[in-house]
């Protein structure tokens, strides 16, 4: 599948959802989504991990629904990211994001220390905007996503923040 940097949105997150927000994270998501497809952002790009990965790319299948202009890209670290996973209905859920995508990039065949951050630089260096769930105190891939997409001049929407709609202010 070919796409285009500037109609392309990744996504980042944490793999756990604090509490708080697991009621209003789906609403601010779809609120996100729609708003990027508004401004004729229509392929989105899902890493695959448990949590905001996941239910990113759940969105991105719901929006395709209403909207088949809308691709889902999958950007897996490797071949067997599943390998590790302890929980069934995790690796059947990733095996259904899989099977749904409209295409999969594996950045490399098998797991090594490197594999996820390379594969958050390959979606932001492939990205135009960055949907974040980033919780403030927050260390780790996530943050790490987030910075390499500032310092790459990606904007970035978080989710977390509750002013995440001023991006979309004219």
Not at 30 to 43: E, F, K, P, S
Not at 70 to 75: D, G, S
Not at 120 to 126: H, K, L
């Amino acid at each position: 599948m070919e796409f285009l940097k500037n109609t392309s949105v990744c996504f980042t997150g944490h793999r756990k959802i604090l509490g708080v927000h697991t009621h209003v994270l789906p609403i601010r998501l779809d609120r996100a989504i729609q708003n990027l497809i508004r401004l004729d952002y229509c392929n989105f790009i899902a890493g695959g991990a448990v949590g905001f990965d996941m239910i990113a790319a759940e969105a991105v299948l719901a929006a395709r629904e209403r909207d088949p202009r809308i691709t889902l890209f999958l950007a897996l670290p490797c071949r067997d990211q599943t390998a590790r996973w302890k929980n069934p209905s995790d690796i059947a859920r990733y095996q259904r994001l899989v099977e749904e995508a409209n295409a999969v990039h594996y950045i490399q065949d098998s797991y090594s220390s490197t594999c996820m951050h390379k594969r958050n630089r390959w979606m932001i260096d492939n990205s135009a905007v960055c949907v974040a769930y980033l919780n403030a105190s927050a260390s780790g891939g996530t943050a790490y996503t987030v910075n390499y997409a500032r310092g790459k001049d990606v904007p970035v929407v978080n989710l977390a923040d509750s002013s995440f709609m001023e991006i979309f202010a004219e």
